[in-house]
């Protein structure tokens, strides 16, 4: 390894160093409106302020702010993600942001934990975005090989985590996934170079990315909710071989800027999204069979 290289990856440490606010809540996973959340509620975000305290992070009036989840679950039908995240959310309003609309950047897994193995816990870690932006730019100066074997093996989940009848089809899924045009652009902030008439072309010549129209305004959620369940319903029949998804995939919600009257908070209309594709793409089914 060169030493221009060497440089960079110090310079991401140091970045990663200085994480911003950092918590690890061990116990079961919440989501909003259970009984768990009545009585549990104050006692973690309790733990929020605690944590916050800890690592000096003081909530910013205006900055904006990336979260990022790692969930781990016992449970055998652990709850659906995004209700997770909801509910979490809310708990951090206070102790990490002042408004959940400063939440700019997003990003959650998790893993289901083998019978009788560790304790359900979540990991949470919120930074500035512009601190995220730092560590971006130094990865894109560092070359990736991307003809490496362990680049591939990061790329395609496991086989054992796949019920082996659904190999092929989850192989030919990956291949294609994998050439999505939009996944240089997976960054925020870079919608505002990009603009509504480059995200309308990508919708004409990448079969990976399609228009759910605009954000719903006063008294139009069920017409946007067509929208999307339209929208994925015609790629599935498109395209027979994504009718089912059989492997861990990530959606890329790009919001270009309208007008004031279709603001609304973006982790709804993300919980929306993700619900509809779930359904629409009978994900829930595949779960049930890994």
């Not at 061990?26 to 305290?53: C, H, N, Q, W, Y």
């Not at 009036?61 to 995240?85: G, L, Q, S, V, W």
């Not at 002042?98 to 700019?104: C, E, K, L």
């Amino acid at each position: 390894m060169d030493s221009a290289k060497i440089i960079k990856l110090l310079q991401i440490r140091k970045h990663n160093t200085n994480c911003g606010f950092f918590s690890h809540y061990e116990g079961p996973i919440i989501t909003k409106g259970t009984f768990k959340a009545k009585r549990l509620s104050e006692t973690v975000k309790s733990k929020f302020e605690k944590d916050a305290e800890q690592f000096g992070w003081e909530a910013p009036p205006r900055a904006r702010i990336a979260i990022n989840f790692r969930i781990f679950c016992n449970e055998k039908n652990p709850p659906e993600i995004y209700r997770i995240i909801k509910y979490y959310l809310d708990l951090l309003n206070g102790p990490v942001f002042q408004d959940d609309r400063q939440v700019h950047y997003l990003e959650a897994a998790i893993w289901r934990s083998f019978k009788n193995g560790p304790k359900s816990g979540i990991y949470i870690q919120a930074r500035r975005l512009i601190d995220l932006f730092k560590i971006w730019d130094i990865y894109q100066d560092i070359d990736v090989n991307t003809n490496d074997s362990d680049y591939k093996d990061v790329l395609f989940p496991r086989l054992h985590l796949i019920n082996k009848d659904l190999w092929d089809a989850a192989k030919a899924q990956h291949k294609i996934l994998r050439h999505s045009r939009v996944s240089e652009y997976d960054r925020p902030g870079l919608i505002k170079y990009i603009g509504t008439s480059m995200m309308s072309r990508f919708c004409g010549i990448d079969p990976l990315v399609f228009d759910m129209g605009h954000l719903p305004a006063n008294g139009e959620t069920n017409i946007f909710q067509n929208n999307v369940h339209n929208s994925i319903s015609n790629f599935g029949s498109k395209y027979p071989l994504f009718r089912k998804i059989y492997l861990p995939i990530e959606l890329d919600i790009q919001v270009t800027k309208t007008s004031h009257k279709h603001f609304t908070d973006l982790d709804n209309v993300a919980t929306k999204i993700c619900k509809e594709y779930m359904w629409s793409m009978k994900l829930r089914r595949v779960l049930e069979q890994v």
